[in-house]
């Protein structure tokens, strides 16, 4: 079993729709959660970043941790054609320099 | 965040010769740089944690001696494929761990590597 899964899509959705993105992982360990955005032959940008439970919320942009169930999600609202990317989760433990260890990654079309 | 560069943005080379990747941290003093390698349709796989001033951690199953990677200065890291073989045709990408906020890591445009 992978530490973290994730859904590899392909994900599909109209232009406005609200997508969905969801991470499972194993080790409870985990701390510190981020998802990151990647276009095609593009390196990875930082989208969002949590430490611990709770919700944040940037611009169209809410990320959710939920530690008791180990699941993490990452909400767009009205999605653009512009989003349409790879979404990669990852976590890592609480020590410094510690290794993410990465979801598969999500592929998101939106389409108008 | 951190703005992070890596030179060559890709590469063409024939099987056998050495191929080096430099990966710049452009704003913040990198004390820890990571290396990834990424297949089509997959996700991140770290290859080695790059500190400087010292050797380089390697992941298991990664070759130490075909990937070498220097980190001699607080904004620079280099990864240097040996021997390149059409199999290590990948796209790699590193990262920089702020010192000082290393909770998360900052990525570079990454380097297509084509090994014919």
């Known amino acids: 079993q992978k530490e973290v899964e994730q859904d590899p899509g392909p994900l599909s959705v109209p232009e406005g729709a609200i997508v969905s993105l969801n991470c499972t992982y194993s080790?409870?360990?985990?701390?510190?959660f981020m998802w990151y955005r990647q276009y095609s032959r593009k390196g990875p940008e930082l989208l969002m970043y949590t430490y611990s439970s709770g919700n944040k919320e940037d611009g169209r942009f809410t990320a959710q941790v939920d530690k008791s169930s180990k699941y993490i999600s990452l909400f767009i609202r009205d999605s653009q054609p512009s989003d349409s990317a790879t979404y990669l989760c990852a976590m890592k433990g609480g020590t410094s320099y510690g290794k993410l260890t990465f979801g598969q990654g999500t592929i998101l079309t939106v389409h108008p | 965040g951190a703005v992070v560069s890596q030179h060559p943005s890709r590469v063409i080379c024939k099987s056998g010769t050495s191929v080096k990747i430099e990966c710049r941290s452009l704003?913040?003093?990198?004390?820890?740089m990571f290396w990834y390698r990424q297949f089509p349709k997959q996700s991140l796989m770290l290859m080695a944690t790059?500190?400087?001033?010292?050797?380089?951690?390697?992941e298991q199953g990664v070759e130490k001696d075909k990937f070498l990677i220097n980190h001699a200065s607080l904004t620079l890291s280099t990864l240097t494929v040996t021997s390149a073989h059409p199999e290590d045709s990948s796209f790699y990408i590193c990262?920089?761990?702020?010192?000082?906020?290393?909770?998360?890591?900052?990525f570079g445009p990454g380097t297509r590597l084509l090994v014919l």
């Open positions: 990262s920089v761990g702020l010192a000082g906020l290393v909770e998360t890591q900052y």
């Open positions: 080790n409870s360990a985990f701390q510190y």
């Open positions: 790059s500190n400087e001033g010292s050797k380089a951690t390697y």
């Open positions: 704003d913040f003093q990198a004390t820890t």
